[in-house]
């Protein structure tokens, strides 16, 4: 498990948490679809020419059908990553550590092309304002730049995940895909 730290900007505490389903505490599992952190409940999903990477059983074959028919159809994907436990949201304790763990952590978000599509803060709108704080910069139009009007967009949204580009909020995250969109 790895734990975001706002004053370092980066994760800290790296260490392997093992214990029994019988032993999750209710913050381990996601309420709107029942996956958990636990790597048992996670899909390896192998489509070349991207790495592998893993996403909970409730929703990698969704995620494996939409990217295969994307990826044989020439959409210009290039990384996709799924599953990692880690706590970069919620509130901050008095270390700076992030308390809530993420999607990725249940394994029901992805982060497709995260090199061409950042994650900004101090950014209700796109614009000169927004400051990128992971990933690459976001230039619309560039193949393989997700925007609203772009297919792989439409596809997920489609499937019932919502795209991190439409945040409410302060953030922007548009390399992002999950069922709430956080």
């Given at each position: 498990m790895q734990i975001w730290n706002v004053n370092q900007k980066s994760s800290s505490d790296t260490r392997k948490v093992k214990h029994s389903y019988a032993e999750l505490a209710a913050n381990e599992q996601d309420s709107a679809t029942g996956c958990t952190v636990c790597s048992e409940d996670q899909e390896r999903i192998s489509i070349p020419p991207l790495q592998p990477f893993s996403l909970c059983f409730q929703l990698a074959p969704r995620v494996r059908s939409?990217?295969?028919?994307?990826?044989?159809?020439?959409?210009?994907?290039?990384?996709?990553?799924?599953?990692?436990?880690?706590?970069?949201?919620?509130?901050?304790?008095?270390?700076?550590?992030?308390?809530?763990?993420?999607?990725?952590?249940?394994?029901?978000?992805?982060?497709i092309n995260s090199e061409l599509n950042g994650l900004y803060d101090n950014c209700i709108e796109f614009g000169s304002q927004c400051r990128l704080i992971r990933g690459g910069e976001w230039k619309p139009g560039v193949p393989g730049t997700l925007d609203k009007s772009n297919s792989i967009v439409t596809l997920f949204k489609q499937a019932g995940f919502k795209w991190g580009g439409e945040i409410a909020g302060k953030q922007k995250d548009f390399m992002h895909f999950s069922i709430t969109g956080y």
């Open positions: 939409i990217l295969g028919d994307m990826i044989i159809n020439g959409a210009p994907i290039h990384t996709v990553v799924g599953y990692h436990v880690i706590k970069s949201r919620g509130p901050v304790d008095g270390n700076g550590n992030r308390t809530e763990f993420s999607n990725h952590s249940f394994g029901t978000a992805i982060d």
